[in-house]
DNA sequence: GCCAACGTTGGC
DNA sequence: GCCAACGTTGGC
């Protein structure tokens, strides 16, 4: 099993949404990093959701519903979605500040490649995160 | 609203 | 194939 940080402005789509929505589609990631993450991702995948711009902070745990799949807005061009599912809200949000702060979190991509949309978590700072989250 | 970081584009 | 110009993202 692997883990994963799929970012979104929640003046475009919030946690809060997705969980009304109850899953939703990944598309129109038009960045080759980001699409080797999304082509990577595994069913059951566990996946923190951040919000940038506002918030600055990880949100809740969602869940990879659907593997990747040819881009329904961009089909032909070898872009891929995938389709998530939330699974948890945390009980406490974590920030980017929090994560700033703490040392061991300093190689996250999170902070060296910011501008990445879609990126790989590593164990151990998947289960610090939701240590910090007040999660087990 | 500004600016740094980074990816993409296009001229040569 | 290099690199300058430009556009976009995202933190501050």
Do not use: C
């Not at 809060?16 to 589609?25: A, E, P, R």
């Not at 699409?35 to 990577?40: C, K």
Request: a positive charge; aromatic letters at 10%; charged letters at 30%.
């Amino acid at each position: 099993m692997a883990y994963w940080l799929i970012k979104s402005e929640p003046s475009n789509y919030s946690w809060q949404q997705f969980q009304k929505d109850g899953k939703t589609s990944w598309d129109g990631v038009r960045n080759y990093a980001a699409r080797n993450h999304l082509q990577a991702m595994k069913k059951g995948d566990q996946v923190f959701f951040y919000h940038s711009n506002e918030g600055l902070e990880i949100v809740g745990i969602a869940e990879v519903l659907k593997e990747s799949y040819p881009d329904p807005t961009l089909p032909d061009k070898g872009w891929v979605a995938v389709d998530f599912k939330p699974k948890k809200t945390l009980k406490r949000p974590v920030t980017l500040k929090e994560i700033k702060e703490d040392e061991s979190l300093s190689d996250m991509a999170l902070l060296r490649l910011s501008r990445l949309s879609v990126q790989p978590v590593k164990e151990k700072e998947w289960k610090m995160i939701l240590k910090k989250a007040g999660e087990k």
